[in-house]
């Protein structure tokens, strides 16, 4: 009989298979664990009842799980004096899925952390958390049940396999003195002699696969978007670099089925207008590359001189390079005449909708305007609404 370790196999179990791109889940499926340390003993004699307790009740003892323990930590140190036996690894991958509790990082050794080796020496480049709620568990927001996402973290990339130096050894000063007087040469940027040194890589490959299975998530479960969350507002060459390789991705491998943030712009600003808010929203357009689109509703509140102001904005629109406008309101038709050719007034919002969805295509920015009486915030989320079929990607970029 096959052991890992020195501990045989359970004989009641079968492996989980995969082939074509699918797995194939035995009856009783053979699932190594690693108990961890500290907490995770108690932990996992805990979960452990849990999760029997679950398989019975779904399947009505006709299926179980085979339980099979592999070591790692200080359960590992002890036994064999390694803090993750090569058996260790070598039953994970036959077994294909496995599951651990907490493991300690080890002071001094060859191994920074036990979990990350894990994540590296098997690839597991990505950490997949579901986020939702659950009806009964308290929750200090009002609209808990509207929470409900899919995390795709990068696992083996960037600080993951981040290298350092430590202040003051030799290798972080030959370091910085390369940097400071090669990399940086000529430069007011300087780095301090007193640093600690580290590098974090991120590459085309890494970041391609994460974004690709997040991807693929969302269209067969029928996400509406897909976010990719970095600091390329400070790090433009890594973080920065994630965000443009993942467009690249989804533009490369998912065209039919994906609309990029970075292809329609939808600017909103719905929630007020005047005559001069509505001419510095008109400014941001104008210093926008791509063509240009103006929704545009009533202004509100302006008096006698209502109707010459909504003219000016059909003026002034023109001077700034928008190539159409979409209207709504009672005084708009003055913006539609001023405007002249490439304007159209509606009489709703859904027909309003349905002209822009029509002809909307990548490259254009769509600035939305209009005083909160018009609604238009019901244009703005008909427009992010990626059609049926397609999943939108866009991105946010971390605050400090």
Request: charged share 25%; glycine share 8%.
């Amino acid at each position: 009989m096959a052991s890992f370790n020195g501990v045989p196999v359970p004989s009641n179990g079968q492996k989980v298979e995969y082939s074509n791109g699918k797995y194939s889940v035995p009856d009783h499926p053979i699932v190594p664990f690693i108990e961890g340390d500290g907490t995770g003993r108690d932990i996992w004699k805990a979960s452990v009842r849990v999760f029997d307790a679950a398989v019975e009740k779904a399947y009505q003892g006709k299926r179980s799980v085979a339980w099979y323990e592999v070591f790692a930590g200080e359960k590992a140190k002890a036994r064999f004096q390694n803090w993750l036996p090569d058996d260790t690894i070598s039953a994970m991958r036959e077994f294909r899925v496995a599951i651990k509790g907490p493991l300690t990082t080890p002071i001094g050794g060859g191994i920074r952390s036990l979990n990350v080796a894990l994540r590296q020496i098997l690839d597991l480049y990505c950490c997949v958390r579901p986020v939702k709620y659950y009806a009964g568990v308290p929750s200090p927001v009002k609209h808990p049940e509207r929470m409900n996402i899919v995390i795709f973290r990068e696992n083996t990339e960037d600080v993951y396999a981040g290298i350092e130096w430590e202040e003051g050894t030799p290798d972080a000063a030959r370091l910085i003195e390369f940097l400071n007087k090669d990399m940086l040469k000529g430069g007011k940027k300087q780095i301090r002699l007193d640093s600690g040194i580290g590098i974090k890589p991120m590459s085309v490959t890494g970041t391609k696969r994460l974004v690709r299975m997040a991807i693929q998530h969302a269209l067969e479960h029928k996400n509406k978007a897909v976010t990719l969350v970095h600091k390329g507002n400070i790090q433009k060459f890594t973080e920065g670099a994630f965000r443009k390789w993942g467009y690249e991705l989804a533009t490369e491998e998912f065209r039919d089925q994906v609309v990029t943030e970075r292809e329609s712009w939808i600017i909103d600003d719905s929630y007020n207008a005047n005559p001069n808010s509505v001419r510095a929203g008109l400014d941001v357009l104008r210093s926008l590359a791509g063509v240009k689109w103006l929704v545009f509703g009533d202004m509100g509140e302006l008096g006698a001189h209502r109707e010459a102001s909504h003219a000016d904005i059909g003026r002034y629109a023109r001077a700034c390079g928008v190539e159409r406008l979409f209207a709504l309101g009672s005084l708009t038709p003055r913006t539609v005449e001023s405007f002249g050719s490439g304007a159209e007034w509606f009489a709703d919002a859904e027909m309003l909708v349905r002209r822009i969805e029509a002809e909307l295509r990548p490259g254009v920015t769509v600035l939305i305007k209009g005083s909160r009486v018009n609604r238009l915030e019901r244009v703005v989320q008909a427009l992010i609404k990626p059609t049926p079929g397609e999943t939108a990607l866009n991105h946010h970029s971390a605050a400090s």
